[in-house]
């Protein structure tokens, strides 16, 4: 495939990730998602988990998880004492607590707990330019449904699989992203004859596969990475080539044989 105005060598870097499972008093089934730091929880719509947007008690941002030195550090906003408990302890306004896995924070009914976090990373982005235009982190309990509409590719987390009506969606391109077990997984959930979907530039010809990080997905104008999160990589330059190869001191590209440059610029994945 060749490429108008190929980009100087890129190199894509994920961010430092947390994990959260939430529940409420409510909800008997959890939602698990994975989310770059800082991550924001309260009542207010710009929040990056929204708790009861009608409860008062809850402020608009509760608390905030961030990194700090390497750490991930919860810092709690609200303004009175004891809206919020971590392991149970009720935290003073403006108090920081150290977060570990399997840790639980409580908020007026709501429990929210840090699994395990996210080692691989989707990046959706223009298959020409490279612009990332959405990115997701996957963990274990959790998916992301892609899916071909009349405004173009949706992409979104699927909650709750057992209730995913893939009739609904009709003959477009559909693809999930979830956990096979331990497993990192793509199906294919329906896929027209006349798109063509492909895996470091060969066609995909059965409905399910494990990912490895490094795969590189392609269809249309859309391109998918599947990142190990914290681990850049390193675009070819080959314009005919462009898969994403690991930056461990490799100078050749893994799929084309192209020498590799290293110097060039970073492309974050970003949040949309």
Do not use: W
Not at 229 to 255: K, T
């Amino acid at each position: 495939m060749q490429t108008a105005n190929p980009l100087p060598n890129t190199a894509f870097e994920t961010m430092q990730t947390v994990a959260i499972e939430v529940t409420n008093e409510h909800r008997v089934q959890a939602l698990r998602r994975a989310y770059p730091l800082p991550v924001t929880i309260g009542r207010g719509g710009t929040c990056d988990i929204q708790l009861d947007p009608d409860n008062r008690a809850i402020s608009r941002v509760h608390v905030e998880i961030v990194e700090e030195n390497g750490r991930t550090v919860l810092y709690n906003r609200a303004s009175n004492a004891n809206a919020t408990r971590v392991e149970g302890r009720g935290l003073q306004p403006g108090e920081r607590v150290e977060m570990h896995t399997g840790y639980s924070i409580s908020i007026f009914g709501y429990t929210l707990k840090l699994i395990e976090p996210a080692h691989i990373g989707i990046a959706f982005a223009d298959r020409i330019t490279l612009t990332v235009t959405k990115e997701f982190h996957l963990v274990p309990g959790s998916a992301v449904l892609a899916y071909e509409a009349p405004g173009g590719l949706v992409v979104e987390p699927a909650a709750n699989l057992s209730e995913l009506n893939t009739e609904a969606l009709g003959g477009s391109l559909t693809m999930l992203f979830y956990f096979d077990g331990e497993q990192p997984t793509l199906a294919i959930l329906a896929n027209p004859a006349h798109t063509e979907v492909l895996l470091d530039r060969g066609m995909i010809h059965q409905q399910a596969l494990y990912l490895r990080p490094l795969d590189t997905i392609e269809f249309g104008t859309t391109r998918i990475e599947v990142l190990s999160v914290g681990q850049p990589g390193i675009v070819c330059d080959n314009p005919g080539c462009r898969v994403v190869n690991a930056a461990d001191g490799s100078v050749i590209c893994r799929l084309c044989g192209s020498p590799l440059s290293v110097g060039g610029p970073t492309l974050r994945q970003r949040r949309i």
